[in-house]
């Protein structure tokens, strides 16, 4: 489906989201839905839904010392903001994915505070600009 066929297709960016634009890049962002609102959405849904519960299992594998867990929830978490072109948020998740992987899981509190800051900065950006894209494109 292109984006030119897609009624639902968001063809430019809102203009006004400074800071969501400063946290997410808008152009990885809608290239990777082609352009379609709807389904930026329906991501978006499911990314506020999925990355509290992958920040905890991020946390209880700190807690408990599961590198595995560790490595396995970051780099799905990863994952997950790499859809919105969350740079900052990604390598953060990347460095705590690394530690998993590495089985070095001591010293990982400033690792995991800047995740979980990154994370919160990302799902406020996307909202933002979920918000302003539905103002300037009301009917898609």
Do not use: W
Request: with cysteine; aromatic share 2%; glycine share 4%.
């Amino acid at each position: 489906m292109s984006a030119s066929t897609n009624s639902r297709s968001l063809a430019a960016a809102p203009k006004h989201c400074v800071d969501s634009a400063q946290i997410l890049d808008r152009q990885t962002m809608l290239r990777s839905v082609e352009n379609d609102l709807v389904l930026l959405n329906e991501l978006a849904e499911i990314f506020f839904a999925e990355s509290p519960g992958l920040l905890a299992q991020i946390r209880a594998g700190l807690a408990e010392h599961n590198a595995e867990a560790v490595e396995r929830s970051a780099h799905t978490l990863k994952g997950a903001l790499s859809n919105f072109g969350a740079i900052r948020a990604c390598e953060a998740a990347r460095e705590l994915e690394i530690r998993g992987r590495d089985s070095r899981l001591d010293d990982s509190a400033a690792p995991l505070a800047l995740l979980e800051a990154e994370v919160a900065a990302a799902m406020n950006a996307l909202s933002d600009y979920l918000r302003e894209a539905r103002r300037e494109h009301p009917s898609r």
